[in-house]
């Protein structure tokens, strides 16, 4: 089936899980959130430094990387709006999730400007570069898109929740977990589209299945120093292998998209499932391995 077809097929599931979207979200003010008592002037000429609050080094770095990643969000809506379509109950969903996506930059930034969590000249910097860049990622087809964005939205709000645990600030806690309840509702959507489109081209699901297993990185190529952001990141437990395996890879693909028993499949679909499968397997070997590690590392 063609991505044309495919897409018109799933459009009135668009409508639906869009409809069962907007009855499930709440409204909510950013300006809200924010602790806007403590802040003060950047006086010109005065470093900053982190004297109001002082995250450790690795919830700095998630941050940093977590709220570029919003700032990025032309770049997504424009990729989600050529992947799906800007027209219809697709193109609805697109434009709303861009709306819903625009106040975490808002609510996260103001929070950091306030609090003086992060060096604002280091994030403007990082800003500037990161959008200036337009470096998102570019799934090979609407079904890899659906499968991309279902991983990286639930990556999305595991990763803003877990930041928000290890702030020691309430209202800073609060914001990123309120975001997170927003990416697990787009989580959802994408997550029943999928589900969807499985019923309509299973094979085609799967390939990309195994394609996004393979090669999913958590988004942030184009922003300045992410591989050591990502290292700080992992080794706090915010983002890590074994979240992705966890939490991710075994409750979405294996649990509920039922990988191993899907039937119907091209020979071809076969063998990306087996692959699949197998590399789920090792991940979560590896994950393993890493728990052991930290255990054995962590003071008795
Ligand atoms: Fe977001
Ligand atoms: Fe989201």
Same mark, same amino acid.
């Given at each position: 089936?063609?991505?044309?077809?495919l897409?018109?097929?799933l459009?009135?599931v668009?409508?639906r899980?869009?409809?069962?979207?907007?009855?499930?979200?709440?409204? @909510?003010f950013?300006?809200?959130?924010?602790p $806007?008592s403590?802040?003060?002037? /950047?006086?010109?000429?005065?470093? $900053?430094?982190?004297?109001?609050?002082?995250p450790p #080094?690795?919830?700095?770095?998630?941050? /940093?990387?977590?709220?570029?990643?919003?700032?990025?969000?032309?770049?997504?809506s424009m990729?989600?709006?050529?992947?799906?379509?800007?027209?219809?109950? $697709?193109?609805? $969903?697109?434009?709303? @999730?861009?709306a819903?996506?625009g106040r975490?930059?808002?609510?996260?930034?103001? @929070?950091?400007?306030v609090?003086?969590?992060?060096?604002?000249?280091?994030?403007e910097r990082?800003?500037? &570069?990161?959008? &200036?860049?337009?470096?998102?990622?570019?799934?090979?087809s #609407?079904?890899s898109?659906?499968v991309?964005?279902?991983?990286q939205?639930?990556?999305?709000?595991? &990763?803003?929740h877990?930041?928000?645990k290890?702030?020691?600030?309430? #209202?800073?806690?609060?914001?990123?977990?309120?975001?997170?309840?927003?990416?697990?509702l787009?989580?959802l /959507?994408?997550?029943d589209?999928?589900?969807?489109?499985l019923?309509?081209d299973? &094979?085609?699901?799967?390939?990309?299945?195994?394609?996004?297993?393979?090669? /999913?990185a958590?988004p942030?190529?184009?922003?300045?120093?992410?591989?050591?952001?990502?290292?700080?990141?992992?080794?706090?437990?915010?983002y890590?292998?074994?979240?992705?395996h966890?939490?991710?890879?075994?409750?979405?693909?294996?649990?509920? @998209?039922?990988?191993?028993?899907?039937?119907?499949?091209?020979?071809e679909?076969?063998?990306?499932?087996?692959?699949?499968?197998?590399?789920i397997a090792?991940?979560?070997?590896?994950?393993?391995?890493?728990?052991?590690?930290?255990?054995?590392?962590a003071?008795a």
């Amino acid at each position: 089936m063609d991505d044309a077809a495919l897409l018109n097929e799933l459009e009135p599931v668009a409508a639906r899980l869009l409809e069962r979207h907007l009855s499930t979200t709440k409204e @909510w003010f950013p300006h809200e959130l924010v602790p $806007w008592s403590r802040g003060r002037n /950047f006086a010109p000429g005065e470093d $900053w430094t982190p004297d109001e609050l002082a995250p450790p #080094p690795a919830v700095r770095s998630a941050l /940093f990387v977590n709220l570029l990643t919003e700032d990025n969000l032309p770049y997504y809506s424009m990729e989600i709006h050529e992947m799906f379509s800007a027209e219809g109950a $697709w193109g609805e $969903w697109a434009r709303r @999730w861009t709306a819903e996506e625009g106040r975490h930059s808002i609510v996260m930034r103001d @929070w950091l400007t306030v609090t003086r969590a992060i060096d604002p000249i280091g994030l403007e910097r990082g800003r500037m &570069s990161q959008v &200036s860049s337009a470096i998102v990622p570019h799934p090979a087809s #609407p079904v890899s898109g659906l499968v991309y964005v279902t991983l990286q939205e639930l990556a999305t709000r595991i &990763s803003h929740h877990n930041t928000g645990k290890l702030l020691e600030d309430k #209202p800073g806690y609060e914001i990123m977990k309120r975001v997170a309840a927003d990416e697990n509702l787009h989580y959802l /959507f994408y997550r029943d589209m999928t589900t969807a489109a499985l019923q309509v081209d299973p &094979s085609a699901v799967v390939i990309a299945i195994e394609a996004e297993v393979r090669d /999913f990185a958590m988004p942030g190529v184009g922003i300045p120093d992410f591989d050591a952001h990502a290292k700080a990141i992992a080794k706090a437990g915010i983002y890590d292998y074994s979240i992705h395996h966890d939490q991710i890879l075994v409750p979405v693909i294996l649990r509920h @998209w039922k990988l191993e028993d899907l039937t119907g499949l091209s020979d071809e679909a076969e063998h990306a499932r087996d692959a699949a499968l197998t590399r789920i397997a090792r991940i979560g070997k590896a994950a393993q391995r890493l728990r052991e590690r930290s255990a054995a590392l962590a003071p008795a």
